[in-house]
RNA sequence: GCGGGCGUGAUGGAAUGGUAGACAUACGGGACUUAAAAUCCCGAGGGUGUACACCCGUGUGGGUUCGAGUCCCACCGCCCGCACCA
């Protein structure tokens, strides 16, 4: 039976209604026992603040986009969603709201996952969980101890970030400018105790296999390289030439061993055991004053002038006998890298020239340029890094600069002092261990028990999950765990005395490190299944935000290598393929008092200069940046509010639209608008094929020519969307389906005009097609449409059409002929013609005759069925 | 400073080294309408010209090529990331 579609589409009432048959249908749920090829598309999940924004919606419809056309094309697709649920917001809500960070939390979730749901997304909900959920933690919890057992865990005095807001300690990672990520406030330094995942362990692994992931954006490799900045060099002992107090010598490690002859002076960093030892002296100890206080307030860093104080201290120098260098502590050198102290070699690093200036220190070139004269090349203002031949070098003299690196090196590990080699080849990282230890109450306990006679516990796997108590206050800062009066106190596993339990929690972004793992079994009592694992991962297509680009798929891809290791399941890299999607951004709009205005609360008026007013009291109002849509700003637009007015579809469709979707995509009305009526023109398209389909459908009669057109084009655009959709190209499959609307409304004009049963044919096949090509990014539109057809089934269950390979190729190919490269013309010729014929054709054209003024061509270019180009 | 990316109509953007501006938005004109909305049709990079047509045009300047938005070199501008990493 086919329906008509005279009325208006009216997503109000179709949105709902498909969901809830898609519900019922399970369409989306990957049922035990299914035989088609695994397909994983994962979107990064949201973390539960409130109310989905744009940004999920544009991320999510991508992701729904891939997953349907994957699941047509015959694939089993998981196309889970979950929630990233413990973190700081959730205890600021308690502190503010007095709303307990569990309800506040899985309110959150029950809103936005309705709203989720409200957009029409493909996702199998059986499988959701929140990280929050004590099902999930567990399960880390018992990641955590088999990591442990591992030795992938360790615990350390270390000096850590301390947001003094958040009253949190953060990671590096969590330091923007000095500052805590979230709370914005200036970081300070304490000494902790802390857990610490060994993410170095993998360092070499975690930088090789980048070059592996050639389905991630090279702008995502390079910021992962460098942010695990491997350097290879060598660890120096430096000799006093008489010790102080327990030192002896100074351990310093550098990159350029081959300019150790042009050494003026060795530096520590204010942090360096010797400084400390050192601080006797009021100078030094006034320098480590200001060093530090500096060291707080980073945002000068790059006009920061290179300082430092001299020691006292002579070091020998390790290869002119006799002679000594001046040791000074320096702002520069950091203690976590490296040794924590270098040696200066002022002609070839900038930073040590700098220095050098300031103090009066010897700058010797000790690397030549090419092609440089010795007698004249001298280092002023900048040092020469460069390649070259070593000089002043004596038994260096004349290697390249390689050379001389392996020789040195060969030449110092020959030698000793303080009974160790004086020189010992090393590589080193930027990469730090991942300091995992909150001083939170909402997150994963860490379940470890501290115990004053056997040290440290662990919780035996029998006595997990280690539960977070419920009854907990937020009213003074600090750790809630920590506060509430029983919940600490157990007895330990190990001797049955009284200890206490750890109670920090894990960082967030371990409960994000491993949850694509869980989603392949995400009921199972153990973390993963492992074969189950095995078989889904790794994700073939992981969509999210560049924001992430380092710390969160840093963190998975250690997690899948100590997953790996600790038998939960048996590969490295966990996302195959990576996209990272652009913002939403908008307008801003301030009215005359600089205040910020929500786009709903102004009018636009149109014209060749746009202008604002304050809808309700017109008052003017300026027309500000375009900027990512935030809260502070004003300039956001609720999903809700979009879905409402426009449905579902049309938002969907708009996200995809124009914008490639690596790029930012700005929020127009006019463009949602636009969306909005194109998604009517579809649905209008499909009544007025349905008034002609009284008439019998016959074949198409391809000598017909608009029936041969017509049918050209359907099959050409069912390959091209396929292939765009595979590649992600989104805006470019949609241009491609608005060019088959406006051909097939073309082709229905000329259709009513002169209904055959062959044009009716082609007609029921393009329309057919079209709903098609439409379902994976406006699904209920596509379904009333399929319905409307009369077809039996729902259109997501209907595959995806395949192009006939005969209708891809034109019979005749047209030309462009140009002149000198500049088109002049053009010529119809049988597809695969001889240059003969071409060249024929192509002379023979008025325009290039003209432009021939009858001499003869010097050459003709021919590109068989592309073009031609005649040289004059 | 180092690394990566980008620069095309009024706007978002298309264009395996091969007809620059697909597709859309905004705009202008027309049809329908009492009117508006919706819908449909037409126009449109800049310039010269009655037309056929011609000239110019992808940030700037060079180069490679039969042919360059695309490749190479230099420069200008914008965006992003990292940033005293020895």
């Not at 030309?815 to 010729?829: D, F, I, S």
Request: hydrophobic share 40%; charged share 25%.
């Amino acid at each position: 039976m086919t329906g008509r579609t005279s009325e208006r589409y009216n997503p109000r009432v179709e949105e709902p209604r498909w969901q809830k048959a898609w519900d019922e249908a399970r369409s989306f749920v990957l049922e035990p026992g299914d035989t088609r090829e695994p397909y994983y598309v994962l979107e990064m999940f949201p973390y539960p603040s409130g109310r989905i924004h744009m940004g999920h919606v544009r991320n999510y419809t991508m992701g729904d986009v891939l997953a349907r056309y994957k699941r047509a094309r015959g694939f089993a697709v998981l196309h889970p969603m979950g929630w990233d649920a413990f973190g700081l917001p959730a205890e600021n809500a308690a502190m503010q709201n007095k709303v307990h960070p569990k309800s506040w939390t899985y309110a959150n979730i029950a809103t936005m996952r309705n709203q989720l749901k409200s957009i029409g997304l493909g996702i199998d909900w059986t499988r959701e969980f929140a990280t929050c959920d004590v099902e999930y933690y567990s399960k880390q919890q018992k990641l955590f101890l088999d990591m442990l057992r591992e030795g992938l865990v360790t615990r350390r005095q270390s000096k850590v970030n301390w947001d003094p807001v958040d009253m949190t300690v953060l990671a590096n990672e969590q330091v923007v400018d000095g500052r805590g990520w979230r709370s914005g406030a200036v970081v300070e330094q304490r000494e902790l105790n802390q857990w610490a995942f060994k993410v170095s362990d993998f360092a070499e692994d975690l930088l090789d296999a980048l070059d592996g992931l050639e389905q991630w954006p090279e702008k995502v490799r390079t910021m992962q390289r460098n942010w695990i900045g491997k350097s290879e060099g060598l660890r120096l002992l430096f000799e006093l030439d008489a010790p102080h107090g327990d030192f002896s010598s100074i351990e310093v490690f550098t990159t350029r061993p081959d300019t150790i002859f042009g050494a003026s002076f060795v530096a520590i960093s204010a942090d360096h055991p010797l400084a400390k030892a050192l601080s006797e002296q009021p100078a030094v100890a006034a320098f480590i004053a200001e060093a530090h206080r500096q060291g707080t307030a980073t945002e000068t860093i790059d006009k920061a002038e290179k300082l430092g104080v001299f020691t006292g201290l002579h070091v020998k120098h390790p290869v002119k006998p006799g002679a000594t260098l001046p040791v000074y502590v320096a702002n520069f050198v950091l203690m976590d890298y490296g040794t924590g102290a270098i040696f200066g070699c002022p002609a070839h690093d900038q930073r040590d020239l700098d220095f050098a200036r300031r103090y009066g220190l010897p700058v010797v070139p000790v690397v030549l340029p090419e092609g440089a004269d010795p007698a004249e090349f001298e280092v002023d203002a900048e040092a020469y890094t460069g390649p070259g031949r070593i000089y002043h070098s004596e038994f260096l003299d004349g290697l390249e600069v390689e050379t001389a690196k392996k020789k040195i090196a060969g030449y110092f590990a020959a030698r000793t002092v303080d009974n160790r080699p004086q020189g010992k080849v090393e590589v080193n990282y930027r990469l730090r261990d991942w300091g995992v230890s909150r001083q939170r109450y909402w997150g994963c306990p860490i379940p470890v028990i501290h115990c004053e006679s056997c040290g440290i516990v662990p919780v035996p796997d029998k006595d997990l999950p280690v539960v977070l108590p419920e009854d907990v206050t937020f009213d003074r800062p600090g750790n809630p765990l920590d506060h509430h009066p029983t919940w600490k106190h157990v007895v330990c596993p190990s001797c049955g005395g009284a200890a206490t339990r750890e109670t920090d929690t894990m960082d967030t972004f371990v409960d994000s490190s491993w949850y694509y793992a869980r989603f392949t079994a995400p009921h199972a009592d153990t973390p993963t299944i492992p074969d189950v694992a095995n078989s889904w991962l790794p994700v073939d297509q992981y969509i999210g935000g560049i924001e992430h680009a380092i710390l969160h798929l840093l963190y998975s891809r250690f997690f899948t290598r100590a997953m790996k290791k600790t038998g939960h399941l048996s590969l490295d890299e966990p996302f195959k393929g990576l996209f990272t999607q652009g913002m939403v951004v908008h307008e801003t709009y301030k009215d005359a008092s600089g205040e910020w205005l929500s786009p709903a609360d102004v009018t636009i008026s149109g014209g060749d200069v746009r202008t604002a007013t304050h809808a309700a009291t017109g008052a003017p109002v300026e027309i500000g940046s375009i900027e990512k849509m935030s809260k502070s700003k004003k300039n956001v637009v609720d999903p809700d509010e979009i879905v409402r007015t426009y449905g579902a579809d049309t938002a969907r469709w708009f996200m995809l639209s124009d914008s490639p979707p690596e790029r930012d995509v700005q929020w127009t009305e006019a463009g949602i608008e636009g969306s909005s009526r194109f998604l009517q023109r579809i649905w209008k398209l499909v009544g007025d094929a349905l008034e002609l389909f009284d008439v019998p459908a016959g074949a198409p009669d391809m000598a017909d020519a608009e029936t041969a057109a017509i049918r050209r084009l359907v099959h050409r655009t069912v390959a091209n969307v396929g292939a765009e959709i595979e590649g992600l190209r989104f805006n470019r499959a949609v241009a491609q389906i608005y060019e088959l609307s406006n051909g097939l409304a073309k082709f229905i004009a000329a259709t009513a005009a002169a209904p055959t049963a062959g044009r009716i044919g082609a007609l029921h096949e393009g329309i057919e097609r079209l709903v098609q090509l439409v379902a994976p990014m406006m699904p209920h539109l596509a379904e009333s449409c399929w319905a409307a057809l009369g077809k039996t089934g729902m259109v997501c269950d209907a595959g995806w059409p395949e192009a006939d390979p005969a209708l891809l190729v034109d019979a005749s190919v047209v030309l462009p002929v140009q002149v000198n490269g500049k088109r002049r013309g053009e010529v119809t010729v049988p597809k695969g013609s001889p240059n003969e014929l071409v060249e024929r054709e192509a002379l023979s054209l008025e325009a290039v005759a003209r432009m021939l003024e009858g001499k003869s061509p010097r050459k003709v270019v021919i590109v068989p069925d592309r073009i031609v180009n005649v040289v004059v």
